[in-house]
């Protein structure tokens, strides 16, 4: 069974005898971090009066704003809430409302309510159409589904419609009772039955909103006995109908048709058809007499829908020629006015009804319709999916909907790009088994969490955008480079960033980046800091351990300014090479300890500030020319190698220490600002600590050509 898309819970509701008893409500909020933000909290239960009850965060002003609440009736379109006169209720200072949502005979039966958050002094439009009313001054806005039964068919989960009143499609009653509308091991059965005083048609829902996609429904009655004042509907329908390309039939509507609509005697008595029929001729055609198996599919993608009926227990993929009844192709034509709908929140239902004025069959007969089954199959090729997490919370390849196409819920498949943004939340991303995406793109200014025991494999890179923080737990085997534009990455497994390079930031987007080791774990990617023209943004490699030794053992091209960072206690090793032969500034903070291992070439102007903790310089600086100057403001310079220095400025709370008799030559030894000049640093014994104090003193005995020697 498939979850359904947002925050899907079921509640139980009394209900009359036989059915359907449970409530399947569904939440969707819709603002921006930060901004502000409104949720309806709770309805009243399906079939009872009540209120609903919300709360709007993200402002502080409460009394200038004011809710607008709607509600939707199944085959009745939206209405405003309390009423007409008062079509807004007021914020509590506490930021909660409540809305009175009973006003009519029909409200309790309501399906969907819609709340918007408004300026005091806004006109909001009245309902009374399919179609949510626009609201172009809306701060925020929410909506609660919730449907009067859920039952399994076909691995998903449905709901019944029931209403109290007459509704469309036509003037019918829908009747939601567990006779009227069932499923067994030969499928769902849909009815037309005569009880309590009249005909009741029966209509089941499937709430996911599927877009783009095969959508194959298969019968098993007899479809040229179906009474003309009956219509059996496979059909997409969008609640909000907020398509605005298609004014004149906004809601996203696709139908198969079983009728004769009233005329017993049509030889056609089937057809397919992309509303408004009134623009778009039905496409009608037969289906043969007998009671027989049909199944029926249609590909709906960008600019067209094919069609196809065949005879038979067929799939989409796999049928013969002699089994098609009929296909048809519907193709776009703006400038006739024929157009292919957009994705939206449509949604699938299968009903049986009557039709036009029809009170009754014409034959006075109860009727049934045998749904035998109903798939859904994505279009082929990537899509662009973003994380919601609301089925399992797992990233796999698997049936679990935890991603999003629009509003589409959908389940990952291998070559799809994926964006995980702020709606990943707190809970940690679970990589079960290995995914292969075309791209990954986290984007968040929270912090998100791969973790379990996959991995992300394939020719995809990895792009951090956001200023949130990703941990990256789990070991990878990807092979396209990790772009870190913005934000920051935490290495917290081996080969967490797959096997190619590592750009720590971007050229074309000023941003703070940063790249962390938490543990003692080596990182051996390469990586290059680029340069995007912005004096205030930072690079920053480090680790977050507080002991054993987080390493970078990658060949690191320095572009721009750098700062090194290790957490007290905490070890980080840099072993590869390091090239800034630009002569950028680099600076060591955090006061744990940073040990430079690796080959380094500096250019002029190179600059290495030490503002906290430890640096453990154990290469050479000067081997492709004296060019560095260290500055020790705060903590210590070890020296575990000869080097060749342009400046090495000791401050007042710096230290250098010299671990083996190494020497130090220098063009500058500034100590407490004073400029001593060039000096030959050799100390003995082997290790010896300078510092500066403001009343030093120490022996100078000068050099025979030039400098000092200490």
Known sequence: MRNTPSLGRRYGVPTAAGVWATVLLLVCANALPGAPQIQITSVPPYGQPGSIT???????????????????????????????????????????????????????????????????????????????????????????????????????????????????????????????????????????????????????ILPQHLGYGTYTVKTKYNVNALDPNLTFGAYTWDPFGNDARIPAWPNREIDFEDSRWGNAADVNNTQAVVQPWTINEPHRFAIPDGDVTVTRFFTWQPGSIQ????????????????DVLDQWTFTENAQAGKLVPVPGAEMIHLNLWLNGSSQAPSNGQPAEVLVTDFSYARLPGPATLVWAGAADGTWAVSPAANWSEGSTPR??????????????????IVVTGTVRPGSVVV?????????????????????????????????????????????TIVVAAGHALGSSAVMLGDATSPSDTALLISGALEMDRPISVVDDRSPSSARILGGTNTGGAAIFSGDITVGKDLTLTAAPGGVVEFTGGLDDSAGHRITKIG?????????????????????????????????????????????????????????????????????????????????????????????????????A????????????????RL
Request: include cysteine; charged fraction near 10%.
């Open 54 to 204: 919300g709360i709007v965060t993200g402002v502080s002003d409460f009394q200038n704003y004011v809710v607008a609440p709607y509600l939707y009736l199944e085959g009745g379109g939206w209405y405003d809430k309390p009423c007409d006169a008062h079509p807004t209720v007021t914020v509590n200072a506490d930021g909660t409302f409540s809305a009175n949502v009973s006003t009519a005979p029909n409200d309790p039966m309501a399906t969907l309510y819609y709340a918007a958050l408004v300026p005091v002094g806004t006109v909001v439009p009245v309902g009374g159409s399919n179609n949510l009313p626009s609201i172009p001054a809306a701060m925020a806005t929410t909506s609660f589904e919730r449907y009067p039964g859920t039952f399994t068919f076909a691995g998903y989960s449905w709901a019944a419609k029931g209403t109290y009143g007459p509704a469309g499609p036509g003037y019918n009653y829908y009747s939601a009772a567990g006779s009227d509308i069932r499923v067994d091991n030969a499928g769902m059965h849909l009815t037309v039955n005569n009880h309590d005083g009249r005909y009741w048609a029966t209509e089941a």
């Open 307 to 322: 069609f196809t009926t065949l005879l038979g227990d067929h799939s989409p993929s796999d049928y013969s020629q002699q």
């Open 443 to 487: 984007n968040s200014s929270a912090g998100i969490t791969l973790s379990g025991s996959g991995s992300i494999a394939g020719s995809c890179g990895l792009t951090k955008t956001g200023p949130g923080t990703l941990t990256i737990a789990i070991g990878n085997a990807y092979t396209g480079d990790t772009r870190i534009v913005a934000g």
């Open 693 to 708: 104090l403001g009343g030093w003193a120490a022996v100078v005995r000068p050099r025979r050509r030039r400098g000092t």
């Open 411 to 428: 389940e990952f498949r291998d070559g799809d790009l994926v964006i995980l943004g702020d709606a990943a939340g707190a809970q940690p």
């Open 591 to 691: 006061q744990g300890t940073v040990v430079l291992d690796g080959a380094a070439l500096y250019g002029p102007g190179a600059a290495l500030d030490v503002e906290g903790g430890t640096l453990d310089l154990n290469v050479d600086a000067g081997t492709g020319g004296a060019y560095l100057s260290i500055t020790v403001a705060q903590g210590a310079v070890h020296f575990g190698a000869d080097q060749h220095l342009d400046t090495l400025d000791i401050g007042p709370g710096g230290a250098v220490v010299f671990t083996g008799a190494h020497v130090v030559v220098l063009n500058h030894l500034v100590m407490n600002g004073v400029d001593l000049g060039a000096a030959i640093l050799a100390p003995e014994p082997a290790t010896l600590a300078l510092f």
